[in-house]
């Protein structure tokens, strides 16, 4: 047995950088949660569920805070730097070609040695980052307790390249972003239904039109098309026919020529419209259209079109989103979102089964009378067996990334997939210096469907016959605690720590197999 030690050391160099009104910020950020917490403790509901906003939109929307009106071209380059130690152990004795769920993000939030941000501005309404990260290889948390050097490379590897990269414009109500940047829509801090605030990034278009009281979000983004032998035969096989006596019965089929799968793509496209009406609520309602195996047609990304209504049964699937905030008085505040990815109705799609995803959450921020916030949130999140599911990968609603020799298949609505119930118990913590403090209690429940096909070689969806809510089969049962930290010691230098574990019951979906995994790093980061 092996116990990790990875200790990082580098030497670093600084450079100067600044912030844009076209700059994207982050939900997740000490400034967003402070502004958040500022509205939700004066009563006001948190403006806005995306989880990415430029700081234009953030500045006009929830903090009033003016932007730098800078004047012609600049340039600057950011470096972090953070000598670390980190310790694990992982239940995976080894991974194939799709990286393990739960470590895709396990690794995504594991401390960087080196991060490098480069960026360029115009004024103060255009804007292009690039940013560069260094850390651990994912390939190395595994096989139980283990080791790696971080001088020996086959450990020790980029990330993406780069993590993220975007060039944005943004004016008064109005902006548009093209490039990789994370997303997510909702409220939840563990996961989101509509749109996975957790995935570690998206390839995106995006376009915002807002003011104080209203909201049009559009977003386009596409997932690597490659697919493994078995989901390749899969597939091509549905290319040969189409089975339109079960999408619209024997009539309807007969006024149709038979499609065929005419090109390797799959992109997916949302767009959402929120209203506040009063300052203590607000609500939106969306759709998410997700095209496969061709190229879209205009009408299914069309920003004001009707997803719905681009019927296309064999290149298209489809979720409808309905959410809803509310601010009863100072300091408490209420979320719910409901899911729609199907309904069984007579005579339309009249074997596919109802499949739904509901989530509920309230948080408190408890009222101080210094600069720093606590808040402490519940989470509980239902989605049925079925949602997200197809009968062909491209209609599967995960997006694919290859990094790192591996495929991470990422949901593109809950952090993890359909077919799973989880609760959680949220702890905050933020200072006037924008220390950061997150621990996290929770519990998921996770069936059996997954997006992967079966050993008889289809796809789960293929015995869907009936709606079924509870996760399915031998359920694996996921009880975790999860700190992060980020604990700034003056304006450049400040210590981070990551800490996990999980006991794991009926592992791999196999009955009374118990395991555990446990991560730890901490380490000491220069800002520069």
């Given amino acids: ?28 950020s000490a400034e967003y949660r402070k502004a958040e917490f500022k509205n939700i403790g004066s009563g006001k509901a948190a403006s806005g569920s995306c989880n990415a906003i430029t700081r234009r939109e953030f500045s006009n929307r929830l903090s009033a805070t003016p932007i730098n009106e800078n004047k012609g071209f600049n340039s600057g380059v950011d470096f972090t730097l953070t000598p670390y130690a980190s310790g694990f152990f992982s239940p995976f004795a080894s991974y194939e070609k799709t990286y393990p769920l739960q470590m895709v993000y396990l690794h995504d939030k594991s401390i960087d040695a080196l991060r490098i941000k480069a960026d360029i501005e115009y004024e103060e309404s255009l804007y292009l980052k690039f940013t560069y990260g260094l850390s651990s290889s994912a390939k190395s948390i595994a096989d139980g307790w283990n080791a790696h050097h971080p001088l020996n490379p086959d450990f020790y590897s ?99 020529k038979q499609s065929k799968i005419s090109d390797n793509s799959k992109m997916f496209v949302f767009h959402r419209v929120e209203v506040s009406p009063f300052d203590k609520f607000s609500f939106g309602i969306g759709e998410m259209n997700l095209i496969g195996g061709k190229f879209p047609d205009l009408n299914q990304i069309n920003p004001l079109g009707i997803y719905h209504d681009t019927y296309d049964p064999d290149f298209h699937s489809y979720t409808f989103s309905i959410d809803a905030s509310f601010v009863p008085s ?48 519940f989470e509980l999140t239902h989605i049925d067996t079925w949602t997200y599911s197809d009968n062909v990968p491209y209609l599967t609603m995960y997006q694919r990334q290859y990094r790192n020799q591996f495929n991470y298949d990422i949901p593109l609505g809950y952090s993890y997939g359909g077919d799973c119930e989880q609760f959680s118990i949220i702890y905050t913590y933020i200072s006037g210096n924008n220390t950061m403090i997150d621990v996290t209690l929770s519990h998921l429940s996770k069936g059996e469907i997954k997006f992967s096909p079966l050993e008889d070689g289809t796809m789960p969806y293929e015995n869907a016959e009936k709606w079924q809510a509870r996760p399915s089969g031998t359920v694996e049962q996921w009880s975790s605690i999860d700190m992060t930290s980020s604990i700034f010691l003056d304006s450049t230098k400040s210590i981070e720590t990551t800490a996990m574990y999980s006991y794991i019951q009926n592992f791999n979906h196999e009955k009374d197999n118990t395991n555990h995994l446990l991560y730890i790093s901490a380490g000491l980061s220069w800002h520069f």
């Fill in 158 to 256: 980029p990330a993406d390249s780069p993590d993220e990269g975007y060039i944005s414009y943004a004016k008064n109500h109005f902006s548009l972003t093209i490039g990789r940047f994370r997303g997510g829509i909702g409220h939840g801090l563990i996961g989101n239904t509509f749109q996975n605030g957790k995935a570690p990034y998206y390839d995106q278009i995006q376009l915002n039109l807002y003011s104080n009281k209203f909201k049009f979000y559009f977003m386009l983004g596409s997932s690597n098309h490659q697919l493994n032998k078995e989901e390749d035969f899969i597939q091509d096989r549905r290319s040969d026919y189409t089975d339109y006596e079960k999408t619209w019965g024997t009539a309807y089929n007969n006024r149709h």
């Fill in 330 to 377: 100072p300091n408490h505040f209420l979320f719910s979102e409901l899911l729609i990815n199907e309904i069984e109705v007579t005579g339309e799609r009249n074997e596919d089964p109802t499949a739904l995803g509901a989530q509920i959450g309230y948080w408190y921020i408890l009222p101080t009378k210094s600069s720093s916030f606590h808040r402490i949130a």
């Fill in 1 to 28: 047995m092996k116990i990790v030690l990875s200790v990082f050391i580098i030497f670093f160099i600084s450079f100067q950088s600044f912030s844009n009104g076209a700059e994207i910020i982050y939900k997740n």
